[in-house]
């Protein structure tokens, strides 16, 4: 792909219809280097930090969702009080930027509730500092539940230390670490409760913003993020799994999905999209460690926090260890023939926990520094014809250098090649819409590019 790239022709001004094309800079921001302030962001996580945390978690004996909520050392109650001063002392070190609130409703009795029970998210926001910016919302989330083998079991010890304690302590992490720097857009660190009990903290948030009609650009669940190690002992400590969904689910097909279905983009659905940024983002950040994109929306027929989100339409990933170790969750802590069962913080491995954070932060710190991604991208089908021509609607942000529009064969996963063409609105692209997926990316002056946007038929 790379011959391509080199062999396209340099675009000329007079190709663009927009009068910002004399404005746009001669030469391309570089999307390819470190923002300093990222590489400070992946240094500070702390790999000890992040065991205290989990540690701390898990001595609270049990985070079920219908445990105890009066008692100090004991029980859910406690466990999101605890949080949220975390989050609170982080934030008056940090200069106080952060607004730490408890998210909270009252869920009636249903399959896994057996009394209404309230159920409270801790949720600390950073705001964007850059108006144009600030309505544009990524989230990550961790569950601070826990449960035993019996869901509704709410007394017995369930120390939850991988899941998800190892979730909530990156998220604690991250949002301790990077609330000491700006971003352009908002950057929302959540710990949930209830996602043992059917995904109910997730749910209410995700329908609150859905209803608040809240612009959330993207969304990352940690859910067991805790282990290297499988179930035979064999570690794996360079790669994560990231689960992206495809094609959503609907009951009626929606007519966007039916344009994606029309013209083969079911793999560049926004999950998808933001999967490839996340992908790309991590790997550049944190050397020698993979993110392993799984091309479903969570591991076989199983579920998470992200589901709420992307039932309401929003793009969203879920980040877990490479391979579960099943006795090392939803089961009650016993040794059987000299085997210890049970989610204990022994099993954990704490230094893989923080690089999946550093992976996460790169990827939040990299999406809230860029531009939106493009909207209304559109592929010219007026005329039959072996190039490519898109159009687009220009982004508000002020610090826009232009765009990028990018490429792959139909078999490819990754983008292969690409084209800086300025601050215009429109692209024809020397390669065929028949043979190439195409992208078009934002980009601001200092390299921070946005996910692509998938072209939709101009009819
Ligand atoms: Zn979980």
Known sequence: MALITKTLPAFACALAVNAACAAAPATAPNVAAHQPQIDKIVSEISPQRIEATIRRLVGFHTRHTMSDTESDTVGIGAARRWIKSEFEKCNAANGGRLQVAFDSHVAPVSRRISRPTEIVNVVATLPGTQPASADRIYVVSGHYDSRNTDVMDEKGYAPGANDDASGTAAVMEMACVMSKYKFDATIVFMTVAAEEQGLLG?????????????????????????????????????????????????????????????????????????????????ERYVKGFKVSVIQRRDRYLRGGDHMPFLERGYAALRFT????????????????????????????????????????????????????????????????ENDSSLVWQANSEPDLAGYRVVWRETTAADWQGSKWVGNVTEAKIPLSKDN?????????????ASPATYPMPLK
Do not use: C
């Open 202 to 282: 997730s749910a209410h948030w995700a329908e609150q913003a859905k209803q608040k009609n809240m612009n959330i650009a993207g969304m990352f669940t940690n859910d067991i993020i805790g282990s290297s190690r499988d179930e035979h002992g064999k570690a794996d400590d360079r790669q994560v799994r990231l689960f992206a969904e495809g094609i959503p689910v609907e009951k009626d097909m929606s007519d966007a999905v039916r344009s994606l279905i029309l013209t083969g983009g079911e793999n560049d659905t926004i999950s998808r999209q933001l999967a490839r940024h996340v992908k790309e983002q991590g």
């Open 321 to 384: 260890e490479p391979a579960e170790d099943f006795n090392h969750q939803h089961q009650n802590v016993r040794t059987e023939n000299g085997v210890t069962i049970g989610d204990l913080p022994e099993y954990n491995d704490y230094s893989y926990i923080a690089k999946v954070a550093r992976v996460n932060a790169a990827a939040l710190a990299t999406l809230a520094l860029a531009p939106a991604s493009p909207q209304k991208v559109q592929m010219r089908t007026a005329q039959l």
């Open 436 to 448: 190439y997926f195409f992208g078009v990316q934002a980009v601001d002056k200092d390299g921070n």
